[in-house]
């Protein structure tokens, strides 16, 4: 079976079986190597937790400055050592620094009366929904940008066109983003657009700084001076990337997975698994499922010995589903405790807006359990066709108020 077997294959992920081929692996070949094709070169891949783990945390065997996604795979990251996804410490950590003060926790806190009432208003369509059919996919796109967007300092009016390019930059495999000419056209021109959005945007901010993330970077001091305008551009695009493609994918996956299994009641009665819940949905639905590092030297993963300058894939999504670390993995448990899951990935590129997702999932979450006594499937769930993001593109549901 591994000889057919393709990881890059966006219809591995979107026919649903990606699971079983995961079990599969991390019982039969944990670091497997994928060989390369006619347009992309070959590539280890882990599946255990504790691989993956390790891959994304030992920065001083795994870099990030030659991309991080399966789709820039042998080609150059123009954002390396530029943006701090593809920036290695330790200059990833001075640039991550004043970034990350914006995001904590406390910084957090001060926003977010503003990203509760942006959720009530999101949420809307399933209140006005009583009895007919809801698509939630729909409703939960509107999340992030609702949530994240006055952080971010982009104003309500661009919200739709920028969530269109970001999935152009993260789901480009998928037939309703894909433009009609191709795959690469589709990825160039998500990336042209929000660069050239986030470069306007830095211009006018660099004229008059505000109090939002790109005033941050438009402001920061970085190796004695200010952040070049590439990298603060990078940097936005990032954020906003990141934020954007993710956090519908958890609600998405877990209302499914609820309404399919008839268990949505059972959490819905125990508002106390409230943050707990949050953190399985997280576990559970791993929204961002892969992210790639490259050997820096020759180095041994499980049985195999790696050359320097490897490829190696991390699947979060199936680390987070390895039965070595989680009790009955494929199972939902709102109450699991310990659940040290890797959604957000792990040591020094952990996700840095990780206190923000958290805090606008738990007030989702909260609403939905308190105002929703249960959900029934409409029809079939519909998978994005991405090797890199795990969401629902359709989620038709009755919802009982
Ligand atoms: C449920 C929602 C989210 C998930 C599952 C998620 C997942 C992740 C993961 C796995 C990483 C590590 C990548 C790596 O190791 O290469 C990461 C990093 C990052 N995330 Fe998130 N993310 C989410 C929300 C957000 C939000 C809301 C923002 C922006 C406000 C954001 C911005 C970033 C940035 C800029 C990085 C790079 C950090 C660094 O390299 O130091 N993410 N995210």
């Known amino acids: 079976m591994n000889d057919l077997l393709d990881l890059a294959d966006p219809d591995l992920y979107a026919s649903g079986r990606a699971h079983a081929v995961f079990h599969d692996l991390r019982e039969t070949d944990p670091v497997h190597w994928q060989p390369p094709t006619p347009d992309r ?20 065997t795994f870099t990030s400055e030659r991309g991080t996604l399966l789709n820039l795979l042998g080609r150059p990251d123009p954002a390396a050592g530029r943006q701090l ?6 200059r990833h950590d001075h640039m991550r620094a004043p970034v990350q003060q914006a995001l904590n926790a406390r910084a957090v806190d ?5 990203v509760d009432e942006a959720v009530n208003a999101v949420l809307e369509p399933v ?17 992030p940008l609702a949530a994240v967007g006055p952080l971010l300092g982009v104003p309500e009016s661009d919200r739709a066109r920028l969530t269109q390019f970001a999935e152009m930059c993260a789901a480009e495999d998928d037939p309703d983003v894909r433009l009609p000419d191709g795959v690469t056209a589709t990825l160039r021109r ?10 306007d945007l830095v211009r006018q901010r660099m004229r008059q700084p505000g109090d939002d993330l790109v005033s941050v970077l438009v402001t920061m001091r970085f190796e004695g001076a200010p952040l070049p305008a590439g990298a603060i551009v990078a940097n936005a695009y990032s954020l906003l990337l990141g934020a954007t493609v993710t956090l519908p994918g958890v609600p998405g996956a877990v209302l499914a997975h609820l309404a399919a299994t008839g268990s949505y009641r059972a ?14 949905a997280l576990r559970f639905a791993t929204p961002g499922m892969h992210f790639v590092r490259h050997t820096r030297r020759p180095v041994r993963l499980g049985r195999q010995e790696i050359d320097a300058g490897q490829p190696v894939v991390a699947w979060l999504s199936a680390a987070n589903r390895d039965p070595a670390v989680f009790d009955a993995p494929d199972r939902f448990h709102p109450g699991r405790r310990p659940n040290r899951h890797l959604a957000f990935g792990s040591g020094r590129h952990y996700c840095i807006g990780s206190h923000i997702a958290r805090r606008t999932l738990r007030l989702l979450f909260g609403r939905l359990l308190a105002e929703v006594s249960d959900l ?26």
């Open 41 to 60: 070169p070959g590539f280890w891949s882990v599946t255990k937790y504790a691989d993956v783990n390790r891959v994304l945390s030992d920065y001083e």
């Open 85 to 90: 996804a593809a920036t290695d410490p330790p």
């Open 110 to 114: 001060l926003h977010m009366s503003a």
């Open 127 to 143: 209140r006005r929904s009583a009895g007919s059919v809801v698509d939630l996919a729909a409703v939960f796109r509107e999340l």
């Open 190 to 199: 998500g990336h042209r657009e929000l660069f050239a959005y986030f470069a």
């Open 267 to 280: 959490w819905a009665q125990r508002p106390d698994l409230l943050d707990s819940g949050v953190e399985e």
């Open 376 to 401: 029934e499937l409409a029809g079939p769930p519909v998978r994005v066709r991405s090797a890199f993001l795990s969401g629902l593109k359709h989620l038709p549901m009755v919802v009982v108020a």
